[in-house]
């Protein structure tokens, strides 16, 4: 993918060589924690969010009833992202832009020759999304901060 999530063509890398089965036997015990303590994390998130009453400018991920989910990443939908990722930057805090290019925007689909207008929730979730650090041994400590930084962020909009 060149530019960074750009696809010229249609693809994928499904193999599974000696080394990366080495690690994941490995790891693979690990998986159960790992996941417990993102799921910690986006609880704290989430109760940071309200704390910091930011609810009803950031839409959080949601976790129906009944399910779980391993949080892999901790994606917002907020307005102004762009202006909001590089005011965190400027503050030492990562996030990442997954998935910026909606599929029907996507070269390799240009065959297809889909309505540039036909998918209008996608276009606009590929503006808004953003994912906040999100790994287990992230702080209660840290994320203060980048949930006080959004807040701060927010509040110099006003």
Sequence with gaps: MEPKYVHQRIGGNFRLDALQAAVLRVKAPHLAAWTDARRR??????ALF????????????VQPPGYT????????RAPERDALRDYLQTHRIGTEVYYPVPFHRQPCFASL????DAFPMADRAASLVLALPIYGELTEE?????????????????
């Design 113 to 116: 020759k889909p309505a540039m």
């Design 69 to 76: 989910h391993i949080y892999n990443q901790f994606v917002i």
């Design 142 to 158: 840290q994320q203060r901060y980048v949930v006080a930084t959004i807040a701060e962020f927010y509040t110099s909009q006003s």
């Design 41 to 46: 994390n986006a609880d704290r998130y989430r």
């Design 50 to 61: 309200e704390e910091f009453d930011l609810t009803d400018r950031v839409d959080l991920p």
